[in-house]
Structure formats: structure tokens, C-alpha cells
């Protein structure tokens, strides 16, 4: 089945962010330091279907940085370009049970990067895009994210600024994961690139359009292109339940029941396959990393939508 009525869709958003507008519980990111300055009190929700209508409430039009959801759709184009089997053996599908940049968590397992929704497998799955170097890698996810998207994206520069001059950890892990032999391309370049996929700037309408695509059988609903296979968003929404929400993923399937992936700028993107997704954006976290507007947003959602895929009623 398809989402309910338009004008029910509409009303349900609407009430979802009137009901967690109050909510000021989390804390703004600091780690990379701009992202300190976002304003706490930022909150906006986007619904679109598979169908390509929107529902939207408070601040979507508010651009962000779109961090670790960018991982989910890198690891589509990855999918998309050098197959489920190769992809499976070189990063792994299982969740760490630890935080997004755990360095032991690659110590733990024999230098397997894990999953591709956590730091170490992220840059891994950056580094086996097709590209002779990391110009053309970038350009890769580039396009890609912005056709999923269905308009060009943009790098926030400052916050890549930021980022690079703080990203100390980032490459620790890609060196580790260099040393395993477990990284295809160049550490630096690799962390680099992974730098700048983060960066790029989205606001809540395109995390919802972007989930849509995924939930349309990589069909984007607003532009109609292909930007996937349905096989490859069905491998992607896989992982997102396993490992989207780090190593809250299990309490998130427990409580919502859909594939997502949070960011540490306050984006969270959850998927219904064959109806559409949520994008939710608000820069307050819980201790994981997600945002807590957000995620309480998407649960209210879920259930007033019926969108929990283990709901048999
Ligand atoms: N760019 C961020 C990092 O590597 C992304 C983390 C996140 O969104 N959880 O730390």
C-alpha cells in the first residue's frame, strides 16, 4: 500500500513537529567545531512519496551538512558499481555494537572495516568507487548524491574546513585499515574525499526525496530518474536496519521499524519501502550521535502513518 490520503500525510506532519517543537532535550555537536554554532532550536520534517507528493513542517528549507547519511547513499553507488558479493566480502554487513568512529572496533575484527554506516567502512566503501584518483572518486559521489537528491549539491566549504582540521581520527582509522590491507585506494586521499561527501549541504526536503528514491526502487518520485537498481536499495535498506542508527540500531528497529541513517549535523532520514521516507532535521543528539527531535519525530510518524514494516496490522 501507498502512504494514506495526501491531506491526512499532511496533518500527521504538521502534528508530529507541533507535539516535539518543545522538546530541547540533546546536545548540539561540538566535535567538529562549526557545527557548534547550529541553532538548537532548528527543527524540520519532510515527507515524500513514492508518488512524489510532499508534506513538509517547519524549518526544511534550512540547509545542513548532510555527515554519515551521506554513507548510505555512497554505499548504493558502491553497490550499484562493483556488485552486492564483492561489496559484502570487502566491508562487512554486520553492526560494530560500538560508536560510529570506534577505532578498536576494527582492532576487534581482524581490521574489517564492519559495515559501511560506521567511519571505518564508510571511508573503505568511498575508496572501492570506480575512479583513477580522488578527484573522480569525488566526482562520483558527487553526482551521484545529487541524483538521488534530483538537484545539484553543494560543499559547504566551512565545514569541510572544519572538518579536515579536526578529522585526526578519521585517518588514525584509515591508516589502521590501510595497514589490514583492507582499504582500495589511498589512506589520505580516501579520508579526504570521505571529508567531503559529509560536507555536502541538503536540507530536510532533500533527505526525504533522497529516502524516496530509495524507497521507490531507486526511482527518484520527483525527477523519475534511475539513479539505482531496486536490488541495490534493497541491499542498502538492509544494512540501514542492521546498522543506521550505530549502536542504537536495534532500540530504533524496536520502536520505529524502518531502514534509516542519522548524521551528527541533526539529519535523519527514514525509509518505508514502496511508500516513501521521512526527512527529519534538528541539531540536538543523543549520546550516539542522533538526533533526538528527530528521531521522536520519525517514531510519532511511523505510527501514525502505519509505516513499521513488522506490523502485520
Ligand atoms: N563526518 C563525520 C565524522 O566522520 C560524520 C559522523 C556522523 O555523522 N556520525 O565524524
Redesign the pocket.
Known amino acids: 500500500g501507498a502512504l494514506p490520503p495526501g491531506g491526512s500525510v499532511d496533518a500527521w506532519v504538521r502534528a508530529a513537529h507541533a507535539r516535539y517543537a518543545p522538546d530541547d532535550a540533546g546536545t548540539v555537536?561540538d566535535?567538529?567545531p562549526v557545527l557548534a554554532h547550529a541553532d538548537p532550536a532548528w527543527f524540520g520534517l519532510s515527507v515524500v512519496g513514492v508518488d512524489g507528493r510532499v508534506h513538509q513542517a517547519g524549518d526544511t528549507g534550512i540547509r545542513f551538512?548532510i555527515?554519515?547519511?551521506?554513507?548510505a547513499f555512497v554505499f548504493a553507488l558502491a553497490c550499484e558499481a562493483i556488485g552486492h558479493e564483492r561489496v559484502h566480502e570487502r566491508i562487512g554487513v554486520n553492526n560494530t555494537g560500538l560508536a560510529?568512529?570506534s577505532v578498536i572496533a576494527v582492532e576487534l575484527n581482524g581490521g574489517s572495516p564492519m559495515n559501511p554506516m560506521v567511519?571505518a567502512g564508510?571511508i573503505a566503501t568511498t575508496a572501492l568507487l570506480p575512479g583513477s584518483d580522488a578527484e573522480e572518486r569525488w566526482s562520483a559521489v558527487r553526482d551521484g548524491l545529487s541524483r538521488f537528491a534530483g538537484r545539484d549539491l553543494v560543499l559547504d566549504d566551512e565545514v569541510y574546513r572544519s572538518?579536515s582540521g579536526a578529522?585526526h581520527?578519521?585517518r588514525a582509522i584509515a591508516q589502521l585499515l590501510h595497514s589490514y590491507g583492507r582499504l582500495d585506494a589511498d589512506a589520505e586521499e580516501s579520508v579526504d574525499v570521505?571529508?567531503r561527501q559529509?560536507?555536502l549541504a541538503v536540507d530536510a526536503h532533500d533527505l526525504a526525496i533522497m529516502g524516496a528514491t530509495l524507497a521507490d526502487g531507486g526511482v527518484n518520485p520527483v525527477t523519475g530518474e534511475q539513479v539505482v537498481s531496486a536490488e541495490v536499495c534493497r541491499d542498502t535498506l538492509a544494512v540501514l536496519a542492521s546498522c543506521g542508527l550505530?549502536e542504537r540500531s536495534g532500540e530504533w528497529l524496536f520502536e520505529i521499524g524502518l531502514p534509516a541513517k542519522?548524521?551528527?549535523?541533526g539529519g535523519i532520514v527514514a525509509v518505508a519501502p514502496g511508500k516513501g521516507a521521512v526527512g527529519a532535521f534538528s541539531p540536538r543528539l543523543d549520546a550516539a550521535?542522533n538526533s533526538v527531535r528527530g528521531q521522536r519525530a520519525c517514531a510519532y510518524l511511523s505510527r501514525a502513518l502505519g509505516l513499521n514494516l513488522f506490523a502485520s496490522a
Not at 555527515?67 to 554513507?71: G, T
Not at 542519522?262 to 549535523?265: A, R
Open positions: 555537536a566535535y567538529i551538512t555527515q554519515s547519511i551521506s554513507k560510529f568512529n567511519n564508510a572538518e578529522n581520527r578519521n570521505y571529508t559529509c560536507s550505530y542519522s548524521g551528527v549535523s550521535g
